[in-house]
């Protein structure tokens, strides 16, 4: 539905305004979308694009990972939420395609990638969460059309075979507060041809970062297709433009 305001102002105060030539209409039409597809029925002005804010101080290496391929690969372009909801363990209710993300994050991040290719100097936090392994962090996120794995029969925009054409890198702690966010040596460097980025890390910090994707849907009430931004704090500053990708956060 859309609605313009339209309003009448009045005033005591001799003079300040004319009261019989106070009104008007405020503005362009506003839409408002309503659904009842979350727990409850709420709206939303669908033309505001809410941001999904990672917490660099807490997770800076998924941080590091979404920045630098959002800003060198993508120019901070919005991504399009790829909605899937379980229902008695059906996959795909509020999708065009009945698309699993899941399954675009196998075609990125394969099942036991990490444990066996991840880099082998990528830290775990142990300390943190008991029995914590290495972890394939992907980006754009499985949940987008953007996503390395989302066909392009299906609205994708950046498909690959394999999370072999994204961008290579890994994460290693030095000591409290100081981190490392590396190119993975081992293969050719990145041309920033790549569409996707595919990193090694903690599985504490890649689920800690991701975690709370499901609550902000809710919370802005996004449905299929829908377009949110992402903000990465701490790298204001940072310069993408160039072959070599540098930045010091403190």
Excluded at 6 to 33: C, H, K
Excluded at 57 to 85: M, S
Aim: aromatic content about 12%; proline content about 6%.
């Amino acid at each position: 539905m859309a609605f313009a305001p339209y309003a009448t102002f009045s005033t005591s105060v001799p003079e300040a305004m004319p009261t019989d030539n106070s009104q008007g209409l405020i503005g362009a039409p506003i839409w408002v979308r309503c659904d009842t597809v979350y727990s409850a029925a709420g709206c939303v002005f669908p033309d505001y694009l809410p941001g999904y804010a990672f917490n660099t101080a807490k997770t800076p290496a998924a941080a590091a990972n979404a920045w630098l391929i959002n800003t060198k690969l993508h120019n901070g372009e919005p991504l399009q939420f790829l909605a899937d909801r379980y229902t008695d363990g059906v996959h795909g209710e509020r999708n065009k395609w009945s698309r699993d993300p899941d399954l675009n994050r196998k075609v990125v991040c394969p099942d036991g990638w990490a444990a066996e290719y991840g880099h082998p100097d990528t830290t775990t936090l142990p300390e943190i969460s008991a029995g914590d392994t290495k972890s394939c962090d992907e980006f754009p996120f499985a949940s987008t059309y953007q996503s390395g794995g989302m066909p392009e029969r299906m609205d994708g925009t950046n498909q690959v075979l394999s999370g072999d054409e994204c961008v290579q890198t890994y994460a290693t702690k030095y000591s409290d507060g100081v981190w490392r966010f590396w190119d993975d040596e081992r293969i050719s460097g990145p041309d920033w041809n790549e569409v996707c980025g595919r990193s090694a890390m903690s599985n504490w910090v890649n689920t800690t970062a991701g975690s709370r994707i499901s609550s902000f849907a809710s919370k802005f009430r996004l449905l299929d297709k829908d377009k949110y931004w992402v903000k990465v704090t701490g790298f204001e500053k940072c310069d993408a433009t160039g072959t070599v990708v540098k930045c010091d956060i403190r």
